[in-house]
C-alpha cells in the first residue's frame, strides 16, 4: 500500500491511499458519474468551491451517489477551513458493495444535515472514507494510517465483529473512539468502543424469549459458523437464555456442507426439533436460504410432518432475503435493532427516503445514530480525549436519533429495544409483541 503525507491546514493527514479518500478519488469505480469525477480532479487541485459545485452537479445526476454527497459536504467543509474529521470505515467490494452503502447513507443524512445548519460556530464536519473489504489485513493498514491522521477524531465501523475484534487494541492504544453500528459481538469490550446496535446478548435473549413464551416451543437446532465472531456470540447468546428457561438446543450445525436436507431429515425425525435458529455471517447468509429452501422441500416430501420455524437475526433483515428466498422464508421470525415500519422510525424514515430517494435499511438508521453521537462529542476545542470523554456522556432524544432516544450504558452500549419481524406475503411485517404478551398471560 503506497501512501503520502502533506500538511494542511497546519494537521498532517493522509493524502494519497487507495482505501482512503476525503474526496481525492472515487472508492466506488463501478458507479459512473462524469461530475463526480470532475469534482474529484477540482478537489485533488484544491479548488473546493468547484469541487462542490460538481459534486451538487453528480448528486443532481444520480441521487443515491453517497459518495458524491460526502464529497460535497468535505467540499463545503474545505472552503469554511478548520473542519472536524470523522472517518467511517465501511467493505467496499463486490460482495458488500451494498452494505457499504447502506452505512455510508447514515452517515452522509447526519453529516449533511450538520452542514446545512451551519455545523459547530460555523465549522463544517468532513467525513473521511476508509476500505477494509471486510478483511482484518486490509483493515489494519486502513487503521494505521487513520490513526497516523491527528485530524481524525473518531471512527464510525467497521461492518463485521471480526474485523473490529482484530483493531482494537490499535484504537485503544491510539485512544481514538470507535463507535460501530453493525458489529454485535458481545465479546467486543475496550476503553474506546462503543456501540449503537443491539449487541447479540440482548439479540440472543430477545429471540429465546419469544421462542420459548410466546412460541411455546421447546426444542431447536442452531445453524452458525464457529469461525465467525458474530455467528458464534449470537447463539452462544441465545443457547445460555433459552436454556435457562427450559428450552433445549438439540443439534448445532455448520454452514459448511451441501446438504442442508439431510440436516432438516435428521432435525426433525432424530432430534426432534421444532424451530430452526439461522445465525450466519454476511458470508453465509445465502446458505441460511439454501436451508429454508430445505425446510420447504422436506414439507413438500413429508406433508404430514410439521416443518421447522425458522428464526434469525439481523444479518437476514434484507430484500436479498425475501427475493431469492420467496415462499421458503415465509414465517420466518427475525429479530433486527431498527425497523421503517415503526412508529418510532417513521419521521427518520421519511426524511431518508426524500433524502436517497427509497427505503434505507437498518445499518443506514444506525449509522446516522452513530454520526449524530460524535457530532454530540464535537466542541470548540476539540481533540481525540475531549471527545472520547463527551461520548460517555452523551444523551440524545428520539428526535435527534433514527427514531429511538440514544443514552450510553456504563458498559458503553446502546440500551437496545430489538424489533421482531415476520415474512408475510413477502414483506416484514412487524409483530405485535403486546398481543403476543397477553396470549402468554394466564
Not at 11 to 18: A, K
Request: include cysteine; proline fraction near 2%.
Amino acid at each position: 500500500m503506497y501512501s503520502r503525507r502533506k500538511k494542511e491546514f497546519g494537521i498532517w493527514c493522509v493524502v494519497d491511499n487507495s482505501r482512503i479518500s476525503r474526496g481525492d478519488k472515487t472508492l466506488f469505480p463501478n458507479i459512473t458519474n462524469i461530475r463526480r469525477d470532475q469534482g474529484i480532479q477540482a478537489f485533488q487541485k484544491g479548488d473546493y468551491q468547484e469541487a462542490a459545485n460538481l459534486f451538487e452537479q453528480a448528486i443532481q445526476a444520480n441521487k443515491t451517489d453517497v459518495e458524491s454527497r460526502i464529497y460535497y459536504n468535505n467540499a463545503l467543509a474545505r472552503q469554511k477551513s478548520s473542519p472536524f474529521t470523522l472517518a467511517v470505515v465501511v467493505p467496499i467490494d463486490r460482495e458488500t458493495n451494498n452494505i457499504a452503502q447502506e452505512i455510508l447513507r447514515g452517515v452522509a443524512q447526519a453529516q449533511n444535515q450538520f452542514n446545512q445548519n451551519k455545523g459547530l460556530n460555523g465549522r463544517l464536519l468532513e467525513i473521511v472514507i476508509g476500505n477494509d473489504s471486510n478483511n482484518s489485513n486490509e483493515a489494519k493498514a486502513v487503521v494505521n494510517a487513520i490513526i497516523k491522521d491527528s485530524s481524525i477524531l473518531g471512527v464510525i465501523g467497521h461492518n463485521s465483529s471480526d474485523v473490529t475484534q482484530s483493531l482494537l487494541q490499535d484504537y485503544e492504544k491510539a485512544k481514538l473512539a470507535i463507535i460501530s453500528p453493525t458489529a454485535t459481538s458481545a465479546d467486543l469490550k475496550s476503553s474506546v468502543f462503543f456501540r449503537v446496535v443491539d449487541s447479540d446478548k440482548i439479540t440472543g435473549q430477545k429471540l429465546a424469549n419469544y421462542v420459548f413464551s410466546s412460541l411455546k416451543l421447546k426444542q431447536v437446532v442452531i445453524f452458525a459458523n464457529p469461525q465467525s465472531a458474530y455467528s458464534k456470540s449470537i447463539s452462544e447468546a441465545f443457547t445460555k437464555d433459552f436454556q435457562k428457561q427450559g428450552g433445549k438446543v438439540v443439534q448445532k450445525y455448520s454452514f459448511n456442507s451441501s446438504f442442508f436436507g439431510d440436516y432438516i431429515y435428521e432435525s426433525i425425525n432424530k432430534y426432534k426439533a421444532e424451530a430452526a435458529m439461522l445465525f450466519p455471517d454476511t458470508k453465509n447468509t445465502g446458505k441460511a436460504i439454501d436451508i429454508a429452501k430445505a425446510n420447504l422441500d422436506f414439507y413438500k416430501n413429508n406433508p404430514d410432518q410439521q416443518m421447522l420455524q425458522l428464526l434469525g437475526g439481523d444479518t437476514l433483515y434484507s430484500y436479498e432475503t425475501l427475493i431469492q428466498g420467496r415462499k421458503a422464508v415465509e414465517g420466518m421470525i427475525l429479530s433486527v435493532p431498527w425497523f421503517r415500519g415503526t412508529s418510532a422510525a417513521e419521521e427518520f424514515a421519511k426524511k431518508s427516503k426524500e433524502l436517497w430517494g427509497g427505503d434505507v435499511s437498518w445499518r443506514t438508521a444506525t449509522s446516522y445514530d452513530a454520526t449524530q453521537a460524535f457530532i454530540k462529542a464535537l466542541s470548540n476545542n476539540a481533540s481525540r480525549q475531549t471527545v472520547l470523554e463527551r461520548l460517555k456522556n452523551v444523551d440524545l432524544s428520539a428526535n435527534e436519533t433514527s427514531g429511538y432516544p440514544l443514552k450510553f450504558t456504563d458498559n458503553m452500549e446502546r440500551d437496545g429495544k430489538p424489533v421482531l419481524l415476520e415474512v408475510k406475503n413477502g414483506k416484514f411485517v412487524q409483530i405485535d409483541e403486546s398481543k403476543a404478551s397477553l396470549l402468554d398471560s394466564p
